[in-house]
C-alpha cells in the first residue's frame, strides 16, 4: 500500500489516514490531491472528520520547514451527507502553527466545485482509489526489509497478479493552485517540496498530528511490520527526518542490497537511498508535467506506477508488481476534479 492503513493510530478512524498525496499540473495550474477514508477498512465512513484539519504543506526554500499551508475543516453533513467546508491559506512564519487563523480563501459543500478568492478551486468528496497495488508483492517487500534479505518471490506467479484496491473507494480532497500564487513561494529554479497532514482537535484545545505523507510507498517499505516506527513516521516532522529516521532506513537498505548482491558497498547505496527519502517529501517543479519514475521524481500524477518504482530503487533491485493502470477499475479524468467522482 502507499500509505493505506499504515498504522494504528491511523486506522482508529480512517477518515484521517492519508492513503496518498498527488501532486501535478493541472488545467490552471498546480493540483494537490490528498485521499483519506480508504473503504477497505471496512468502517462506516462519511465523508471526512470534523474535528479535524486536512492540510496541504508546501516548502518553497528547501529546509523542509512549510513557508505555506493550505488547510480544509469541515462540518456536519446535510441530510444527504453533503458536509460544508472551509479552506484557509496561512503563509510565511506562521504556515507551521496549528492555531494561525490564515486568510479564508474560499467556503462551499462537498460534491461540488467551491472558487477560491484567489483563483483557487476546491473539491471534496467520495471517489474511487487510483492507487493500485499486489499484495502478495507487497507482503514479500515488506519482510525483506524487515529482516534483511531478498524480496522473495519463489511461487508467485505475475499471470495471476491482482489489485487489492480494485473497486475500492477513497474521500479525496482535491485544490487546484494558480502557478501565480506558488510561484513566490519557491526558489528561484521552482522547485517546493509537498507533503499532507491530518491533526485533530485535543481536550486541551491544541491540535494532536495522525498522519503525514509525502512520497508513496516510505510506509510499505520501512513500517510494514513494525507499526511502532509507522506511528513515529507519521508524528515527526520533515526537517527532523533524517535525524529520527536515518540511521534505521540505512540499515534497512542495506541489508536487502547486500542480500541482493546488487552494489559493491551496500551501506553507500543505502546512504545514497536515504538521502533521497529523507526528509519525506514530495518534490515539484512549479509548471512542469508531473512524473514520477525510474529516470526522476517531479511530484506524481494519478497514474505514476509509484510501487515498482519506490521498491526497484529502495531494493536496487528490478520489482514488478505484475500489474499497472489497467488494474484500476475507477479510472481517473484528464479534466477537473481529476479524481473518479460518484464511484
Known amino acids: 500500500m502507499s500509505h493505506h492503513l499504515d498504522s494504528p493510530i491511523a486506522r482508529t478512524d480512517v ?75 496561512i503563509s510565511g512564519v506562521e504556515a507551521v502553527d496549528p492555531l494561525a487563523p490564515g486568510v479564508v480563501l474560499a467556503e462551499g459543500t462537498t460534491e461540488s466545485t467551491v472558487d477560491g478568492v484567489d483563483g483557487s478551486r476546491m473539491w471534496a468528496g467520495r471517489a474511487g482509489d487510483p492507487f493500485w497495488v499486489e499484495p502478495d508483492v507487497l507482503q514479500a517487500v515488506g519482510e525483506a526489509f524487515q529482516r534483511g ?41 521552482q522547485r517546493i517540496g509537498v507533503w499532507g497532514l491530518t491533526t485533530l482537535a485535543t481536550d486541551a484545545g491544541g491540535w494532536r498530528p495522525i498522519n503525514r505523507a509525502g512520497l508513496p510507498m516510505i510506509h510499505p ?76 521524481w517531479n511530484g506524481r500524477s494519478l497514474t505514476d506506477n509509484a510501487p515498482d518504482v519506490m521498491f526497484s530503487f529502495a531494493g536496487n533491485s528490478a520489482v514488478s508488481m505484475g500489474i499497472g493502470r489497467e488494474s484500476v477499475t475507477s479510472k481517473p479524468s484528464g479534466t477537473w476534479p481529476y479524481v473518479s467522482v460518484g464511484s
Open 15 to 89: 477518515r484521517l489516514d492519508i492513503t496518498d498525496v498527488y501532486l501535478f499540473r493541472g488545467e490552471r495550474g498546480t493540483v494537490f490531491v490528498m485521499n483519506v477514508g480508504h473503504s477497505l477498512a471496512g468502517q462506516d465512513v462519511r465523508g471526512f472528520h470534523t474535528e479535524a484539519m486536512y492540510e496541504f504543506k508546501i516548502d518553497g526554500d528547501g529546509d523542509a520547514v512549510e513557508d505555506l499551508t493550505y488547510r480544509v475543516t469541515f462540518v456536519d453533513g446535510d441530510a444527504v451527507g453533503h458536509q460544508r467546508m472551509q479552506l484557509r491559506r
Open 149 to 189: 534479505r531478498r524480496i522473495n518471490l519463489y511461487g508467485w506467479d505475475p499471470k495471476q497478479a491482482r489489485n487489492l484496491f480494485a473497486g475500492q473507494t477513497v474521500y479525496s480532497l482535491v485544490l487546484e493552485v494558480p502557478d501565480a500564487v506558488l510561484v513566490p513561494v519557491a526558489a528561484r529554479d
Open 221 to 296: 517499505l520501512f513500517a510494514q511490520l513494525n507499526e511502532d516506527l509507522g506511528n513515529r513516521l507519521n508524528v515527526g516532522r520533515p526537517a527532523e527526518d533524517r535525524q529520527n529516521f536515518g540511521k534505521t532506513i540505512i540499515d534497512m537498505v542495506a541489508g536487502v542490497v547486500a542480500a541482493n548482491g546488487t552494489a559493491q558497498d551496500p551501506h553507500a547505496y543505502a546512504e545514497m537511498v536515504t538521502s533521497r527519502i529523507l526528509p519525506n517529501l514530495l518534490p515539484y517543479t512549479i509548471g512542469t508535467p508531473a512524473a514520477f519514475g525510474f529516470a526522476g
